[in-house]
């Protein structure tokens, strides 16, 4: 079953401009989300990734160290993920996720992929030309039921793959000062896929 992605969000680079010092992503976690689309939500869980690679089932991804998911989520939830890509040469550089189950990553103004659907751990890549400097990034999430497992990859068009935010790749400096209120990230629309999340069976 597919629920789609909440257009209009909030402007990213707003929401980014908000980011505490650390460097990393800004994560909320929606638990059973039901039809409210976020809209009237606040997070059940807030805190700094310094990458994104997590599941349910322990090393089950391309990368080793997968960590659980925030708040200690299994099923039925939404997460979101927002930032600064700090790009030091300009470039083409290519994105992509490998996840269980629908995803959507945007970078600045422009969507580069966007997964309604429940389905087993997929690849969606999406590639931009990003000049030289910070760019607001943000990431969407969510998990039905059974398996859930994520990772957020980059590289320079030609590069290796690593997670982003690992050493040696693509960086998610420190920013701005002050943690928004969690209701201000829930704002984002992370219905990730309305998210009236469903039971499915999974192949």
């Given at each position: 079953m597919k629920r789609m992605f909440i257009t209009g969000l909030l402007a990213t680079t707003l929401l980014a401009a908000a980011l505490p010092a650390s460097a990393g992503l800004l994560v909320h976690v929606y638990t059973n989300a039901g039809n409210s689309a976020m809209a009237s939500r606040t997070a059940d869980y807030a805190g700094i990734a310094s990458v994104i690679n997590y599941s349910d089932h322990g090393n089950a991804g391309y990368y080793s160290g997968d960590a659980a998911f925030p708040g200690g989520v299994l099923d039925n939830f939404g997460l979101s993920a927002i930032g600064w890509l700090d790009i030091a040469t300009a470039g083409v550089y290519e994105f992509r996720s490998y996840a269980d189950d629908g995803v959507q990553l945007k970078i600045g103004n422009t969507v580069l992929y966007s997964d309604n659907a429940y389905?087993?751990?997929?690849?969606?890549?999406?590639?931009?030309?990003?000049?030289?400097?910070?760019?607001?990034i943000e990431f969407l999430f969510f998990e039905g039921s059974v398996y859930g497992e994520v990772e957020l990859e980059a590289r320079a068009a030609g590069g290796s793959w690593k997670l982003l935010g690992a050493e040696g790749g693509v960086q998610t400096p420190a920013t701005a000062a002050n943690v928004p209120e969690p209701g201000s990230v829930a704002l984002l629309g992370l219905a990730a896929a309305g998210l009236a999340l469903v039971r499915r069976r999974k192949h």
């Amino acid at each position: 079953m597919k629920r789609m992605f909440i257009t209009g969000l909030l402007a990213t680079t707003l929401l980014a401009a908000a980011l505490p010092a650390s460097a990393g992503l800004l994560v909320h976690v929606y638990t059973n989300a039901g039809n409210s689309a976020m809209a009237s939500r606040t997070a059940d869980y807030a805190g700094i990734a310094s990458v994104i690679n997590y599941s349910d089932h322990g090393n089950a991804g391309y990368y080793s160290g997968d960590a659980a998911f925030p708040g200690g989520v299994l099923d039925n939830f939404g997460l979101s993920a927002i930032g600064w890509l700090d790009i030091a040469t300009a470039g083409v550089y290519e994105f992509r996720s490998y996840a269980d189950d629908g995803v959507q990553l945007k970078i600045g103004n422009t969507v580069l992929y966007s997964d309604n659907a429940y389905h087993p751990v997929q690849y969606r890549t999406g590639s931009t030309y990003l000049a030289a400097g910070k760019h607001a990034i943000e990431f969407l999430f969510f998990e039905g039921s059974v398996y859930g497992e994520v990772e957020l990859e980059a590289r320079a068009a030609g590069g290796s793959w690593k997670l982003l935010g690992a050493e040696g790749g693509v960086q998610t400096p420190a920013t701005a000062a002050n943690v928004p209120e969690p209701g201000s990230v829930a704002l984002l629309g992370l219905a990730a896929a309305g998210l009236a999340l469903v039971r499915r069976r999974k192949h």
